[in-house]
């Protein structure tokens, strides 16, 4: 790229970075250490704020560099990212997000210990929570990386490591000096931006066509070297049966998926009441419903402007897709109209990324703090069915006792996960997005959506089966991810020189996401407990109807 784009994407980058620290430096002073402002905001957003923060969480890197980079590879089975990204908010809108905000108190760990012993469950689903947000943030540094390197010509693999370090570094200052209000408005903020550089290129693509949908199909069929095959199925999960394995596997981690996403399910704690919740999430799916469908105009168009090969050629994953269609929209390389699109598309992007890095270090950091720390510093013996008058009443007591501690141990334990996401980000650095998030999908639809549904509805679930739940889901996930061939065993892999990959998907969605619930009811059936029936209906009520709820 020329100096040009490079000097004015800087500036812009710049002039986002210097604006969210304003609002993390001026949230700041307002902080007084508890518990509930780092981990809620103090539960004082209104639900179209929480629907903005939500949906600018949700629509990341993965979203807008990835799913349109895929589409511009691989056409329609490209745009299966889309539809199962937007399908899954239903399963959060009918199935968790109310009964989540009237259950828990900062994290996933409280919903399911309201009505078992504490200690097992929070090490379990905290250990959970904290592997699909360091997943997760690989996909972002990953994305962060192939955005600067795009920026600099490709020439500099050590820029691309120092803007995967800085972007850590960078939600390591979010997350510890502002929490979780300063993350929410410059989610909001960065959400804005995010729909309003959709939009426009949006729009800039059917202008280029004329408005006739008709014609950039049968333009990125052309350009894309494959003919009709782009428009049907089968050009990426059509390769015999292990491809369509592979392609009902990610269609379970998505829809599933989002539902067990820690950082999400942490956005419903910011609201005062749980209809302010399902509120929530009605403003978010009308955003990220129509961000999803613009992704798709956007795909297409890249394939049909810049051309697959040129898309390729680029990153071999389809990244850089909507940079260098902004590129070209704006008028080409070396014109001034393609200088300012490009730059503002990268500078947007840029700011997708550090918000969402600042929402998932957040949630990871809440789960070591409130659920590891907590749960490890203060053992003791816990009765199942002695004197638990409200498992919730004592997170609080616990949360009064030494607030100040565990925010402390937030704050560092967010600079520890960011240096590992930093480390995995550099290795899977050639890898797309889209299906780096795909990935932490499986592992959160395997660990923590059984043991959340079980919790919620199954009367007799124990202890015992919430702990095999989780692990009896995590494990396999991380497992069959290591032994896939996504980390050895071909040209693409972490390691393409060397071969110990045993599970032939590259998605383990559809193997450990039942396990994870057979682990559970296994866990229940073989190890049943006395039911502790007055607990159980103090949680269905509360869970219901929103009655002692924090």
């Not at 929570?129 to 010509?153: D, E, H, P, T």
């Not at 930093?422 to 923590?448: K, P, Q």
Request: hydrophobic share 55%; proline share 3%; aromatic share 10%.
């Amino acid at each position: 790229m020329s100096g040009d784009h490079q000097t004015l994407a800087l500036l812009l980058f710049s002039a986002f970075v210097a604006v969210t620290l304003g609002i993390t430096t001026w949230v700041s002073r307002d902080r007084h250490g508890s518990a509930e402002e780092f981990y809620t905001g103090g539960r004082l957003f209104s639900p179209m704020e929480n629907g903005f923060a939500i949906a600018g969480d949700y629509m990341s890197a993965a979203s807008f560099l990835g799913i349109s980079g895929l589409i511009a590879l691989f056409g329609y089975d490209g745009m299966l990212y889309s539809v199962g990204f937007l399908v899954a908010w239903l399963v959060v809108l009918l199935l968790v997000a109310e009964l989540v905000r009237n259950c828990g108190r900062f994290t996933l760990a409280d919903v399911v210990a309201t009505r078992m012993r504490e200690r097992p469950v929070r090490i379990a689903a905290g250990t959970s929570s904290v592997a699909v947000s360091v997943l997760y943030l690989v996909a972002q540094m990953v994305g962060a990386g192939s955005l600067v390197a795009l920026l600099l010509g490709g020439t500099s693999e050590a820029a691309r490591a120092w803007t995967v370090i800085g972007v850590g570094a960078l939600m390591v200052v979010y997350v510890t000096l502002g929490g979780m209000r300063a993350t929410t408005w410059i989610q909001i903020v960065k959400a804005v931006l995010l729909m309003a550089g959709t939009v426009a290129l949006t729009v800039l693509v059917l202008v280029r066509f004329h408005g006739d949908f008709n014609a950039l199909l049968t333009t990125a069929a052309e350009r894309s070297g494959h003919g009709k095959e782009f428009l049907i199925p089968g050009l990426a999960y059509g390769g015999g049966w292990t491809a369509r394995f592979d392609f009902i596997s990610l269609g379970l981690a998505l829809v599933l998926g989002t539902a067990g996403l820690p950082h999400i399910l942490s956005r419903f704690y910011t609201v005062p009441t749980a209809r302010a919740a399902r509120r929530s999430v009605v403003w978010s799916i009308g955003l990220i419903g129509s961000f999803y469908l613009m992704t798709i105009v956007l795909g297409f168009g890249a394939a049909a402007v810049v051309g697959t090969a040129e898309v390729r050629e680029s990153s071999a994953a389809g990244n850089t897709a909507v940079p260098l269609l902004a590129l070209d929209l704006g008028g080409g390389a070396g014109s001034t109209g393609g200088t300012v699109l490009f730059a503002v598309v990268a500078a947007i992007a840029f700011a997708t990324i550090l918000a969402v890095v600042a929402g998932i270090t957040l949630a990871s950091s809440a789960s070591v703090a409130h659920d590891l720390y907590a749960s490890l510093k203060k053992p003791r013996a816990e009765s199942h069915s002695g004197s638990r008058s409200h498992s919730g009443s004592r997170s609080e007591s616990r949360s009064r006792a030494e607030p100040r501690s565990e925010v402390a141990v937030a704050r560092f334990a967010a600079a520890g996960i960011g240096a590992v996401a930093i480390a995995l980000g550099l290795l899977a650095r050639d890898l797309n997005v889209a299906f780096l998030v795909g990935l932490a999908f499986a592992v959160a639809a395997s660990a923590n959506l059984p043991v959340l549904l079980y919790s919620l509805f199954w009367r007799n679930f124990t202890t015992r089966g919430a702990v095999w739940s989780v692990y009896g889901g995590l494990v396999p996930a991380v497992l069959l991810v290591v032994f896939s061939p996504v980390v050895s065993g071909s040209p693409e892999a972490i390691f393409p020189g060397v071969d110990f990959h045993v599970f032939p998907l590259q998605n383990p969605g559809l193997v450990s996401i039942p396990l994870g619930f057979l682990a559970g009811w296994i866990g229940t059936v073989l190890f049943p407990e006395p039911a502790d029936e007055a607990k159980h209906a103090e949680s269905e009520v509360r869970s219901l109807t929103g009655a002692g709820a924090v």
